[in-house]
DNA sequence: AATAAATTTGTAATGAATACAACATGATAA
DNA sequence: TTATCATGTTGTATTCATTACAAATTTATT
């Protein structure tokens, strides 16, 4: 998804959300960017053009942003924490091999039974390990 | 599930896994404990029994049982990771309130479409966050 | 018993994430 | 405009889970 910075105001105000040059810069990052980068990732990425940006910064945004479940949080990666601007239903495979995380659609959101039928749920995640296709045919 | 030493033993050994005193101690921990322990929480509980043990074991332990896939790695919790005796498949659930994880059964374990047919799966992770009954009430 | 191999231990190092105080920016009122 | 206050940002220090690694211990083998 691709949004103008006027349309990521727009959309962060909606969520009572300052649209401070940071906030939108960050968020119009990960709207556009579909690897599902890390805290780190991100940095490197953006303190190219804003190159007084903080590492904080970043931290404190996404967590103001995954407050309000404008992004995902994702912890399929054991060691450190990475973002998806796509908040839609979905799952996420990681190939053990090189690390990419691919999205992958889901029949249906309903998996539980009625397990959990007096629990309030906030949020699903399906996480799926492996070898991606590309990683397998290497292996010939 | 509750197994006895010699039980745990076999089990180790079917895996190609030397069944040392500590490796046995923390197996069988893990099938007997549902509160899908931390490794703090496993070193702290059986260092009760076990005076010498080090937590590097406890980490090496989890990690080779892992690796052979008779313990489940959860990482639903974001600072650390959480390990479940029962690999069977099924769900978890962390009450964002009081931090407690819970089981809960799925009803299919294909959930994904056709976008991963070329991908070999190896392991499929379901994780719910919300808030569990205990904890609804409490708010009234 | 002697030697080799595997296991365990404890400390040091790594690195992601947070705490926090100083600083900068933006909004509001006189 | 200028002063005041609130909000956002920065950078450093700290925390803490996890790993690296070498020494010490235990177990297996000749």
Redesign the pocket.
């Given at each position: 998804m691709n949004l103008s910075t006027e349309e990521v105001k727009v959309y962060l105000l909606k969520h009572n959300?300052?649209p401070?040059?940071?906030?939108v810069a960050i968020l119009k990052h990960l709207l556009s960017e579909k690897n599902h980068p890390?805290?780190?990732k991100i940095y490197n990425e953006l303190v190219k053009e804003?190159p007084?940006?903080?590492?904080?910064?970043?931290?404190?945004?996404?967590?103001l942003f995954s407050g309000v479940s404008i992004v995902r949080v994702i912890t399929i990666e054991?060691?450190?924490?990475r973002y998806d601007g796509d908040v839609s239903d979905h799952g996420h495979f990681k190939c053990e091999k090189c690390k990419t995380i691919y999205d992958f659609q889901i029949k249906s959101v309903d998996f539980e039974t009625d397990d959990l039928s007096s629990f309030k749920i906030n949020e699903k995640s399906v996480y799926y390990k492996g070898i991606c296709p590309k990683c397998l045919d290497n292996k010939k």
């Open positions: 959300i300052k401070s040059y940071h906030r890390s805290v780190d804003m007084t940006l903080s590492k904080t910064t970043v931290y404190n945004t996404l967590n054991e060691n450190e924490t």
